[in-house]
């Protein structure tokens, strides 16, 4: 497996979800590290991460969509291999 570095784009709902414990994800542009064995598996993780994280603190319906929201709206800026 490799080390990625991911510089993600969650400004669009940082607002709704900032009252949540994130960790890693606690800026509207935070930048993780993921390993994985290609760029596509990073993509994913990196989101997935995200979704588990809210649905861990709060599985409310609410949070539910907006992790729907989250998978159209958010971005990944940046990959880097490290």
Known sequence: MKNYRVTLDISRVFDKIKH?????YNSPFPTIFISAN???????????QLIKMIMDQNPSISMRILCRKLKRECR???????
Do not use: G, Q, S, Y
């Not at 949540?20 to 890693?24: D, F, K, P, Q």
């Not at 290609?38 to 997935?48: G, I």
């Not at 990944?76 to 490290?82: A, C, H, R, T």
């Open 20 to 24: 949540l414990i994130l960790r890693a």
């Open 38 to 48: 290609d760029p596509d598996e990073v993509c994913r993780l990196a989101f997935d």
């Open 76 to 82: 990944i800026d940046k990959i880097e291999l490290l």
